[in-house]
């Protein structure tokens, strides 16, 4: 086989490359979201000897860059679902990415979660398990199911005795933009080690929620909110792309390399439980799939995922941007609404970008 090299970024900026593979063992689950990316469907899933020989393949492709790029990488893997405690081989899983080397993040609706799961996560060393949590107790169950927020708190609280970092997840949207305080000060109360906010993304299930997306102004100001509550000893964050504009990151000036920001194509990768590897879950665009290319050929040679990194590639005024670098707005929201509205463009503007809307970000000429 032909020796694959590449360049693993956009620039030699970064000495230490944080890198993660969102893994989706299953897409089985027990409850039925009303903004959940999936669609329903439900693929041959990988056994576990091929997510093995995966975990392997992902190592060697961070061995690889290490010796030839000339930096450190720091590799994690958050395994998710459906439902990933469903997954058969789930425990055998994560041992193995562990005993690789890998940093290992669980994703999970917690419902299932025992006080034996919970010792499982602390002896493996699992550095967190998000659970995911999207507001006061109605406004929850409305969105995830009847029930489902006394089950989720009461896996919260197994995890948290353990001793296990527990990061909640809330999916912001109209139902519940107004309760950020609220759902803050519950997550607090209830062994949560910190909270972090990410935005509706009009796919799968949640297209019927398109009308609860937030407007430019909306998303502003819950992040100006989301900031205004954090502090040193509970996290409160968001990875929106667009959070940068709130934090005020310092922007190093006439930058031309990925530095932040969205991941897709840059810092992480999704592999779904039939081997698709996609930039993004949320976007949805299969770049390849494991059981015909390994993981390090399909990141090397992915038109889509090169066009990723390229500035080129992005329309409007989000390419013309200074904030370009750190930002380059969510590719999953601009990929989503846009094909809502009959164009389907993974480089369109971010439709719920406040400074690009009023011109702010157009610095290059």
């Known amino acids: 086989m032909k020796e694959v090299k590449e360049n693993i970024i956009a620039g030699s900026a970064i000495q230490t490359f944080d890198f ?20 329903r469907k439900m693929p041959p899933e990988m056994s576990t000897d091929e997510v093995l020989r995966e975990i392997d393949g992902a190592t060697a492709m961070f061995e690889a860059w290490e010796s030839e790029q000339n930096i450190r990488v720091s590799p994690s893997i958050h395994f998710t679902g459906g439902e990933p405690l469903l997954y058969p081989g789930f425990w055998d899983v994560l041992r193995h990415a562990r005993q690789a080397g890998c940093g290992v993040a669980v994703m999970t609706n917690g419902c299932f979660v025992t006080d034996e799961d919970a010792r499982r996560f602390r002896d493996l060393g699992v550095f967190e398990v998000q659970v995911s949590l999207e ?24 995890l948290s005795k353990a001793g296990i970092n527990v990061s909640a997840n809330v999916t912001l949207s109209r139902i519940n933009s107004p309760f950020v305080g609220e759902t803050v000060k519950i997550a607090r109360d209830s062994g949560y080690t910190g909270i972090g906010f990410s935005r509706l993304v009009p796919c799968g299930s949640g297209e019927n929620l398109l009308e609860c997306l937030l407007s430019r102004d909306e998303i502003r100001h819950v992040y100006e909110e989301i900031y205004s509550l954090n502090s040193p000893d509970f996290e409160v964050v968001s990875g929106d792309p667009l959070a940068v504009m709130v934090r005020g990151d310092v922007q ?12 897709a ?20 665009v299969s ?5 015909r290319k390994s993981l390090r050929q399909i990141w090397a040679t992915s038109k889509t995922l090169w066009k990723l990194r390229n500035r080129a590639s992005y329309k409007g005024k989000c390419g013309e941007c200074d904030l370009w670098p750190s ?8 990929y989503a609404h846009s094909r809502a509205h009959g164009r389907a463009d993974l480089f369109a503007d971010d439709p719920q970008c406040w400074r690009i809307a009023g011109g702010e970000g157009v610095t290059r000429g």
């Open 20 to 39: 993660f593979i969102q893994w989706h063992l299953t897409e089985r689950c027990n409850l039925r979201c009303r903004h959940c990316y999936q669609d």
């Open 135 to 158: 507001g006061p107790e109605s406004h929850h169950d409305s969105i995830r199911g009847r029930g489902s927020f006394k089950a989720v708190l009461e896996g919260v609280e197994r």
């Open 252 to 263: 190093p000036p006439g930058c031309e390399l990925t530095l932040s920001g969205c991941s």
């Open 265 to 284: 194509g840059f810092s992480g990768v999704t592999i779904s439980c039939d081997g698709t590897v996609m930039p993004c879950r949320r976007i949805g």
């Open 287 to 291: 770049v390849g799939n494991l059981r």
């Open 327 to 334: 930002c380059r707005g969510c590719r999953a929201v601009a």
